[in-house]
């Protein structure tokens, strides 16, 4: 009778079926907001931040910390023109706002951002073409760690499997600087962007660049240098790439209100997530989603646990007889 029972926990308890393993979150430019997706099926959950929630103006890029907190850069527009250089912090499962973690300085614009693997935070930058360094655990400024041309506008930066850090020009190149000095290491040229922004390494080792006005993505090889491939179908004005865990990538298109989705090894653009309240998406980001039962498992666990207590209860009976 102890391994029926055993055996009944086990199946009830161990083997849980949950909606999804993962959402999607969309920092909206005209919004204000950071929205939450299914990662799996692209359907709307919420809005995980609500605008203006910390006094945030506009979110741009994002990041999940070692602490498994939300980090976000917010910035300022044509549109809402109010001047924010800070690096803000959110539960990244309620949305709750938990405080300014970074500021820069009054002439900075904040774009798109990575823990590095030092534990510190990098910001790109786009006014003064500079990637800034904040203390992973304090917020604490660190100074600018690397520094591009007049004229270019640190959006995307990544870093590569050779150790080395790779940040979007916005214009026909990609800047490549020492991973741990922040030296500069020349560039890798993109001919065929003309605006270079959002940079991202995939699952296969290559380099995914989004070309804003472009309207595509485009894959290099960063040891030739060569174009590999480029994706361009549904993309208007693409800004972050990201990639599930099946391998897929989603882009961010900008123009059009749509996170559009290109399957592994497809040139085919279809459209994962749009309108209504997409306004003008520019990160993207995915985080572990908290497990949540679908119906039909809590229908089963309350089964389960009635069937449990029926034959505790006969054990006890069969034991006083």
Same mark, same amino acid.
């Given at each position: 009778?102890?391994?029926?029972?055993?055996?009944?926990?086990?199946?009830?308890?161990?083997?849980?079926?949950?909606?999804?393993?993962?959402?999607?979150?969309?920092?909206?430019?005209?919004?204000?907001?950071?929205?939450? %997706?299914?990662?799996?099926?692209?359907?709307?959950?919420?809005?995980?931040?609500?605008?203006?929630?910390?006094?945030?103006?506009?979110?741009?890029?994002?990041?999940?910390?070692?602490?498994?907190?939300?980090?976000?850069?917010?910035?300022?527009?044509?549109?809402?023109?109010?001047?924010?250089?800070?690096?803000?912090?959110?539960?990244?499962?309620?949305?709750?706002?938990?405080?300014?973690?970074?500021?820069?300085?009054?002439?900075?614009?904040?774009?798109?951002?990575? =823990?590095?693997?030092?534990?510190?935070? %990098?910001?790109?930058?786009?006014?003064?073409?500079?990637?800034?360094?904040?203390?992973?655990?304090?917020?604490?400024?660190?100074?600018?760690?690397?520094?591009?041309?007049?004229?270019?506008? %640190?959006?995307?930066?990544?870093?590569?499997?050779?150790?080395?850090?790779?940040?979007?020009? =916005?214009?026909?190149?990609?800047?490549?600087?020492?991973?741990?000095?922040?030296?500069?290491?020349?560039?890798?040229?993109?001919?065929?962007?003309?605006?270079?922004?959002?940079?991202?390494?995939?699952?296969?080792?290559?380099?995914?660049?989004?070309? %804003? =006005?472009?309207?595509?993505?485009?894959?290099?090889?960063?040891?030739?240098?060569?174009?590999?491939?480029?994706?361009?179908?549904?993309?208007?004005?693409?800004?972050?790439?990201?990639?599930?865990?099946?391998?897929?990538?989603?882009?961010?298109?900008?123009?059009?209100?749509?996170?559009?989705?290109?399957?592994?090894?497809?040139?085919?653009?279809?459209?994962?997530?749009?309108?209504?309240?997409?306004?003008?998406?520019?990160?993207?980001?995915?985080?572990?989603?908290?497990?949540?039962?679908?119906?039909?498992?809590?229908?089963?666990?309350?089964?389960?646990?009635?069937?449990?207590?029926?034959?505790?209860?006969?054990?006890?009976?069969?034991?006083?007889?």
């Amino acid at each position: 009778m102890r391994l029926s029972i055993f055996g009944l926990a086990m199946l009830l308890l161990g083997f849980p079926v949950y909606a999804t393993n993962e959402y999607l979150l969309a920092s909206d430019r005209e919004g204000r907001n950071i929205l939450r %997706y299914d990662a799996e099926t692209g359907a709307f959950v919420d809005v995980l931040v609500s605008a203006g929630s910390g006094n945030m103006n506009v979110p741009f890029g994002m990041a999940i910390g070692p602490d498994g907190d939300l980090y976000v850069s917010s910035g300022f527009t044509e549109i809402f023109p109010t001047h924010d250089a800070r690096v803000l912090k959110f539960d990244s499962e309620t949305g709750k706002f938990l405080g300014t973690f970074g500021t820069a300085s009054a002439t900075s614009s904040l774009g798109f951002m990575a =823990f590095g693997p030092d534990g510190n935070l %990098y910001v790109g930058d786009v006014s003064n073409a500079t990637v800034l360094r904040f203390d992973g655990k304090t917020g604490e400024s660190m100074g600018v760690f690397a520094t591009g041309l007049p004229g270019e506008g %640190y959006f995307g930066l990544d870093w590569g499997p050779d150790g080395n850090l790779y940040v979007g020009s =916005f214009q026909d190149h990609i800047d490549r600087f020492d991973g741990v000095t922040g030296a500069s290491l020349g560039i890798l040229s993109t001919p065929e962007a003309s605006s270079a922004g959002s940079v991202t390494f995939g699952p296969d080792g290559m380099l995914y660049v989004s070309d %804003y =006005f472009g309207s595509q993505v485009l894959v290099y090889d960063i040891v030739t240098g060569e174009l590999v491939k480029s994706l361009h179908q549904g993309l208007s004005g693409p800004n972050s790439v990201v990639f599930t865990e099946d391998g897929d990538l989603l882009v961010a298109s900008y123009f059009n209100n749509r996170i559009v989705k290109f399957e592994a090894e497809s040139s085919t653009g279809t459209i994962f997530a749009g309108g209504h309240p997409l306004h003008g998406p520019r990160g993207l980001l995915l985080v572990p989603a908290i497990p949540v039962p679908e119906p039909s498992t809590y229908a089963m666990l309350l089964a389960g646990l009635g069937l449990l207590g029926f034959v505790v209860r006969r054990r006890k009976e069969e034991m006083a007889t």
